[in-house]
């Protein structure tokens, strides 16, 4: 593990089975950030909401803030040690993008999006969806109190801050198989997101070799 500020994540198959996938996932990240075995973990929540593994030892208690997405088949998984993280996923599918974001999105946005080649419309209005989700889950509040109307920038590389709250960032690490994958977290310098596992391993599967680090410049909104 690096010694940077680093999310981690982490996207299996969710096969709907006992144990839990995600649950899975989350003792497995719990256990790699705090280097204790999976059995001392306590899985509980922080004053807003938010889900994160504690381990408890003479010394006092330490956390590692994490955050779960499904979509179809998948569970993704991403965990942090210095503050809150969000994350979110979703399959490429067919979808009325625009007709959705006319419905749910700023006005902004709807013309960005409108501007948008036509081809790709559906993938940049996943970002933007995903992007939206990702931010509320590091907030707390997911999609309530008007999440779909919060402003994101557009998509894409180099990251870029959420209008109005400059400690709060989001990016979408490429994750190909068809996904659209957005991690968000609050922070006030750079922060990597390291993709642990991929899709195509089942969550029985060790850590991958394929790595991919993607600096957050740290200064974004989202869920």
Same mark, same amino acid.
């Given at each position: 593990?690096?010694?940077?500020?680093?999310?981690?994540?982490?996207?299996?198959?969710?096969?709907?089975?006992?144990?839990?996938?995600?649950? +899975?996932?989350?003792?497995?990240?719990?256990?790699?950030?705090?280097?204790?075995?999976?059995?001392?973990? +306590?899985?509980?929540?922080?004053?807003?909401?938010?889900?994160?593994? &504690?381990?408890?030892?003479?010394?006092?208690?330490?956390?590692?803030?994490?955050?779960?997405?499904?979509?179809?088949?998948?569970?993704? +998984?991403?965990?942090?040690?210095?503050?809150?993280?969000?994350?979110?996923?979703?399959?490429?599918?067919?979808?009325?993008?625009l007709a959705l974001a006319r419905r749910w999105f700023p006005p902004a946005e709807l013309a960005?999006?409108?501007?948008?080649?036509?081809?790709?419309?559906?993938?940049?209005?996943? &970002?933007?969806?995903?992007?939206?989700?990702?931010?509320?889950?590091?907030?707390?509040?997911?999609?309530?109190?008007?999440?779909?109307?919060?402003?994101?920038?557009?998509?894409?590389?180099?990251?870029?801050?959420?209008?109005?709250?400059?400690?709060?960032?989001?990016?979408?690490?490429?994750?190909?198989?068809?996904?659209?994958?957005?991690?968000?977290?609050?922070?006030?310098?750079?922060?990597?997101?390291?993709?642990v596992q991929r899709p195509g391993h089942g969550v029985t599967a060790e850590r991958s070799a394929?790595?991919?680090?993607?600096?957050?410049?740290?200064?974004?909104?989202?869920?």
């Amino acid at each position: 593990m690096s010694g940077r500020d680093t999310a981690y994540v982490w996207v299996g198959r969710d096969t709907g089975g006992q144990p839990d996938p995600a649950a +899975v996932l989350v003792r497995r990240a719990g256990a790699l950030l705090l280097g204790r075995p999976e059995t001392e973990l +306590v899985l509980t929540h922080d004053r807003e909401g938010r889900p994160v593994v &504690r381990v408890d030892d003479v010394t006092g208690s330490v956390e590692v803030a994490v955050s779960v997405s499904r979509t179809a088949g998948l569970v993704a +998984v991403a965990a942090r040690r210095a503050g809150a993280v969000g994350v979110d996923v979703e399959r490429i599918r067919p979808l009325p993008a625009l007709a959705l974001a006319r419905r749910w999105f700023p006005p902004a946005e709807l013309a960005w999006l409108g501007d948008r080649p036509e081809a790709g419309r559906t993938v940049d209005f996943l &970002r933007l969806w995903t992007a939206k989700e990702a931010v509320g889950k590091a907030l707390g509040r997911g999609l309530r109190d008007g999440g779909l109307h919060r402003s994101m920038p557009p998509p894409g590389l180099p990251l870029r801050p959420v209008p109005g709250d400059e400690l709060l960032r989001v990016g979408h690490p490429r994750l190909g198989g068809g996904l659209v994958l957005a991690v968000a977290v609050r922070a006030s310098a750079p922060v990597d997101v390291e993709v642990v596992q991929r899709p195509g391993h089942g969550v029985t599967a060790e850590r991958s070799a394929s790595v991919e680090r993607t600096s957050l410049p740290v200064v974004v909104r989202g869920n």
